[in-house]
């Protein structure tokens, strides 16, 4: 048990105390944002699932990769909170009130948006490509895959598990999390699995710009630091 406890302490040590203290001053007014999206999310559901919303909801924001680019990129904000006709809508509503809350205070409001649609736009470019690819390719996608809706928040709340795990150290949750995805994907073979990894390319990217910004702007403090002689 103590070695669990200090393997806890060491993945996800840092991670605790940022959050901790914001949610004990103050619990939700920590976390405006997230609970903004949470309650889009479940009003996006509840409109979608009336006869006279599902048509509204899928022109504002289903993006599918038959469309337009222009008006994909048009529809993509606002499908990071389309949760999918499939699947439970309280799943996503709690995966993002726990992944998108932590990256509210972790990161700030903006900085959670940005990520989350980087991580949804990879997955929507991807699809694209993904067709164009073929069937047969390794990760190519089937003419009919153009039809389907892309994944809703689930990407979104991927790819900032991802960065989070990379930012405050929690690789192995990090790991376990593209693992998963990796899982799902050669299980079910299916649109949605293969946006999550392209999700996750995509955050990826963002954390390794983010490791070369940091490398450099550490470069010339360095320099600074040490004594010239004579």
């Known amino acids: ?117 980087v991580a949804t736009l990879a997955g929507t470019l991807y699809a694209r490509v993904g067709i164009m690819l073929g069937p047969h390719a390794p990760m190519g996608l089937s003419g009919a895959d153009a039809q389907v809706v892309d994944t809703g928040p689930s990407a979104a709340v991927v790819g900032l598990a991802v960065y989070l795990g990379w930012r405050y150290g929690a690789y192995v949750t990090a790991a376990g999390v593209v693992t998963a995805m990796v899982v799902e994907m050669l299980l079910k073979e299916n649109l949605a699995g293969k946006e999550h990894l392209a999700a996750i390319a995509g955050v990826t990217a963002l954390c390794g710009a983010a490791a070369l910004r940091h490398r450099h702007g550490q470069q010339p403090q360095r320099r600074a630091r040490t004594p010239i002689r004579p």
């Not at 998108?100 to 959670?112: K, N």
Request: hydrophobic share 55%; charged share 15%; with cysteine.
């Open 1 to 117: 048990m103590r070695t669990l406890a200090r393997w806890a302490r060491a993945e996800w040590g840092l991670l605790h105390v940022t959050v901790r203290e914001p949610l004990l001053k103050r619990p939700w007014r920590a976390i405006p944002m997230t609970l903004g999206a949470v309650g889009l999310t479940a009003l996006l559901q509840f409109v979608q699932n009336q006869s006279w919303g599902f048509r509204l909801v899928q022109n504002i924001g289903a993006v599918r990769a038959e469309d337009p680019l222009w008006l994909g990129l048009l529809r993509t904000p606002l499908s990071l909170f389309v949760p999918a006709l499939d699947l439970p809508v309280w799943g996503a509503l709690a995966q993002l009130l726990f992944v998108f809350g932590i990256a509210e205070i972790c990161l700030g409001w903006w900085r959670t948006l940005t990520i989350a649609y």
